[in-house]
Structure formats: structure tokens, C-alpha cells
């Protein structure tokens, strides 16, 4: 890319883990002539300017867009769709809308209204995150060797697909083209899922006596420690992923439900062999892992 | 300690990854003048050789124990009763026997039987474990840092209770001495139930048609390869736990469930507060675990 800019003007809508660790990127490999950063709080804005994150910060995310080329939006999924409202009659015309959000099919109907003709909005999703929010927790580095899934649809404009691929390929990603319903299903499984069941195990501990839970804490490094990093995520970002990923999530809940009773009932009546016939089964999924290179 | 071994002989019946690790303790510290390992197989026994982790083998229980200061069982804990009625006759007036069973009242009451008199059962349970196993997965650093519970009884010989508690001290851990009930309460919660749920998950992508489970193990890196790590503990092992320590884990399971339950509706009828509710406090409960130094 030598000394050329992919994108003169960026407006990052939502500094957080993934909107701050973008602009990290774009500041080590140049990637923008001009970042303008946006945010609700003053106070994330002062944090953006200390660490030198953008050029610009504003809380006016109508003039903020006005010179874009690109914009991100990194917010939690519940806002977009205002948030593509508000910004829609100052978007450029030739300007690229694309966002990071964990659900595709509910923010794609969410912010797809909005982009007027002459822009183009590509749907995107980094899978890369840590327990840790706030423009201070970001990292270039967060997304290298990570896939990022674009899921456009047939409309999509290919030139548009193709910078916002550039841009994640520069980020050290590998990136994926899937329809947008297949994405929210397989994310429900290897994410939405997972993450439930660890704020929910976490819950119950939570509601336990005082001196109970301290000692769940003080021997928590034997299985639970794990569930605990998982569900120290953003509390407002997963909100609004199972708000907006609904039918996906309970269909993968009721099947882990139906296999959750299975399980219990054998070790009700102690079905030795079920039990050990799953766990070896559980051993091989890790193993594919391991050899796809995932682990 | 200086030149002098904590025990002259050490009989360890099983050597994978806790009783192998254990081994190498006492290798690199030099606490017992001979080692003698136990295992089923021919295997087994030629690795342990191979790896210079005892200074005799054997599959016979009943000889290998009869000069033995110590016994160390680390072996499923299914097999435990039949293990301590096949030693119980060649056992040593004065020997210490040990376990590091992950369930404590099943295990004692199978084999505390076939303790003999002027012999003391110390029970114990090291939480520390990877998901690993057999002797080749051992490292002497395994314990280091990590609690080690006790759960003697009103009976057992304090002079032995210190004996066991010295040898884990070595290892690096910290000991603790609890109940043996409420032990196998508070791991149902920490460890057993943890890990039953990651198996269940595992267990449901397994059941996935190909195409499916493909793509799962592709996108793992977004909180499902947590679980799989888990889950790729040993099968027999963990079977064993289940089956021997099933009243705590059926009661665990069931609050579990109940607040599954609950969540389950929340993300149905559309319940934001009680969702974000819910993800702060795990965030909390994180935290406890950070200013604990569990993280």
C-alpha cells in the first residue's frame, strides 16, 4: 500500500474494544489521510484524544459523516438502527457504511433503510474480541489471524465488498462472504450459545450465599475461572445480541437443553457407558479444532 | 529438607497426568529414596521407564505396596474400592495412603473399608489438572500455586494428615482442610458442573450434520473453543466423577437449569433489564475473582 491512504476521511462510530483496536490498525499502516472518532460521553471522547486515537472526536455524528468515506459503526447492535437514521442525510454520496456488529440479519433490517441511494452499506463482523470494553482495552493486533465475516447481499455493491475486505485484510484478518441468516445460526452455536451458558452459570453463583461464593471463588481456578472470563464481557453489547439474534439462540438453547436433560438422567440412574460414549465424542470436536488450526 | 528424602519408599498406583506430575515432584526434590509405579498396562509402565519417573514398575498392587511408607492412588476413582481391598493385607503397619480423587465421600467410603489398623487413610484432592493425560502430559509445576484439599475425619492420624500436607507443600500448593461434603458441594459448583456443561455443548456440535460442525470448528475461536478445551479432559476420569458424586451435581444442575430457564424466557419476551441485570453481576463475580487472585 506504500504511502497512499486506503480511505481519505474515516468516521469510527463507537471507540470501543473493536472500534478503538481499528483505529489502532489504521494509525500504524496508515490507512486513513483523517480519522474523526464519535461517542456519547465527553469522557470517551477525552480518552480518544489522550491515547491519540483520531484526528477529530464529536459527539455530532451528523457532521461527523459529512466528509466520510468510510464510516464503521462499533456500537452495541440495539443503537444502529437510530444511529443509520441520524446519519443518513449526511452521508457522502460514494461513501461506505459498514459495522462489526455480532448479528447480521437484525442489523442489516436496522440500518439498510437508511443508507440512501449512492452509498453503500456492508454488512460486517470481526470475530475477534476480549473480556475487557472502552477505547483503552484495544489492540492492532486484536484481529490478526482472526476471521472477519462480510455477509452483503446480492445488491451489494462489489467494488464496496472489496475495500472493506482490503481494509480487514490490512488488519491481519482472514475474510470470510456468507449469507447473512447462515451467519447468525452458526454464530448462535460457536458464540451466542457459549456465552450464554457462561453468564448463566456465572448468574448462579452469583445468587448464592455470601460465604459460599467466596469459597466458589477462592477454588475457582478448576473449570469455573474459565465461565467467569467469558461472562466478564460487555453486559449491553450481549444484551442486545440475544435481543436481536432471538430465534437463532433459542433453537440452539432448546437442543443444549434437550441434551442437558439427557446427560442428567444419566447420571440419575448412572448410565456409565452414555456418559463415557459423550465425553469421548466431546474429546474428537477438540481435536478437529486442533487440527484446523483453531486451537 | 536438605539431603533427606520426606519418605524411603513411595508406591504410586496410577501415573497419568496428576500421579506422573507428582512423580517428577519428588524426582526434582528428591523427597523419596524409591519409586515404584503402578499401572494396568505394559504401556504404560515402558513409558514411566522411559521417562525415568519411578526407579521400579509393577502391575502387581499387592507387592508393590508392601514396603511402601507411602501410596498414592491416582487412579479413576471407580476403581478405587477394588484397588484398596487388593492392597488392604500387604499394606505396611504405619504407611500413609493418599488419594487425589476429585469427589471425596464416595472415595472414602470405598476405601476407608480396607484401611487397616495402625495404617492412615489421608484423603485429598489437588485442584489442578490439563486437559491432558497419561504420564507423558506431567510436569512437576502442575501444583504450584494450586489449592490442595484435605478431608480427613475426626479419626485420621495428625502426623500423617501433617505428612501429606508437607508433600504437597513441596509441590508448591496450598493446603487446605475441609469437610469432605462440603468439598464435593463446592466442586459440584467450581469444577464438576462447569465441566458437565462444556461436555453437554461439545456434545450438542457433535450431533451437528458435517457441513455444520465443520463451520462451528472453523469460527471456534469466538468462546466455543473455550469450551472444547475443557471438554477434551479425560473420559473415564470425569464418568467416574459424575457417577460418584451425583446428589451434588443433580442439585447443581437443577439450579443451573432453572436459571437456564429463566434466561430463556428473558431473550424470548424480550427482557433487556433483567438480561443486562443479570450479564452485570457475572461481570462482578469476575472481578471477585481478579482482586481474589483466582485470574
New interface residues.
Given amino acids: 500500500m506504500s504511502d497512499e491512504s486506503m480511505f481519505d476521511t474515516v468516521c469510527l462510530i463507537g471507540i470501543g474494544l473493536i472500534g478503538s483496536s481499528l483505529a489502532r490498525v489504521m494509525r500504524r499502516d496508515h490507512l486513513a489521510r483523517h480519522i474523526i472518532a464519535c461517542a456519547r460521553t465527553d469522557a470517551t471522547l477525552a480518552k480518544v484524544s489522550e491515547l491519540g486515537l483520531a484526528d477529530e472526536t464529536s459527539k455530532d455524528l451528523g457532521k461527523a459523516v459529512e466528509n466520510a468515506d468510510l464510516v464503521v459503526i462499533s456500537t452495541p447492535i ?1 443503537t444502529n438502527g437510530a444511529i443509520a437514521e441520524t446519519i443518513s442525510a449526511h452521508l457522502k454520496q460514494g461513501a461506505i457504511v459498514t459495522d462489526v456488529g455480532s448479528v447480521k440479519q437484525a442489523v442489516m433490517a436496522a440500518i439498510t433503510p437508511h443508507i440512501p441511494e449512492g452509498v453503500h452499506f456492508v454488512p460486517g463482523h470481526p ?3 476480549t ?1 475487557n470494553s472502552g477505547p483503552e482495552a484495544g489492540f492492532a493486533e486484536l484481529f490478526e489471524g ?2 472477519c ?1 462480510l455477509t452483503p447481499d446480492e445488491k451489494t455493491d462489489p467494488d464496496a465488498i472489496d475495500q472493506v475486505a482490503a481494509l480487514w485484510h490490512r488488519a491481519g484478518s482472514k475474510v470470510d462472504m456468507m449469507d447473512a441468516e447462515h451467519h447468525d445460526s ?2 448462535a ?20 450465599e455470601d460465604s ?2 467466596q ?19 460487555d ?2 453489547m ?2 442486545d445480541v ?2 436481536n439474534n ?1 430465534e437463532a ?2 433453537e ?2 432448546q ?3 434437550e ?2 436433560s439427557r ?2 438422567r444419566a ?2 440412574w ?1 448410565e ?1 457407558d452414555m ?2 460414549d ?12 486442533i487440527d ?1 488450526g ?2
Fill in positions: 440495539g470475530l475477534a474480541g473480556e482472526r476471521w465475516v452458526v454464530l452455536l460457536t458464540s451466542h450459545l457459549p456465552t450464554l451458558i457462561a453468564f448463566n452459570i456465572v448468574g448462579t453463583v452469583a445468587d448464592l459460599t461464593k469459597e466458589v471463588v477462592k477454588y475457582s481456578a478448576t473449570g469455573f475461572r474459565d465461565f467467569t472470563r467469558i461472562a466478564a464481557q453486559p449491553v450481549w444484551r440475544y435481543l432471538r439462540v433459542l440452539m438453547l437442543r443444549f437443553s441434551d442437558l446427560l442428567q447420571i440419575r448412572g456409565a456418559l463415557e459423550l465425553f469421548r465424542r466431546s474429546r474428537d470436536v477438540r481435536r478437529n479444532i484446523a483453531q486451537a
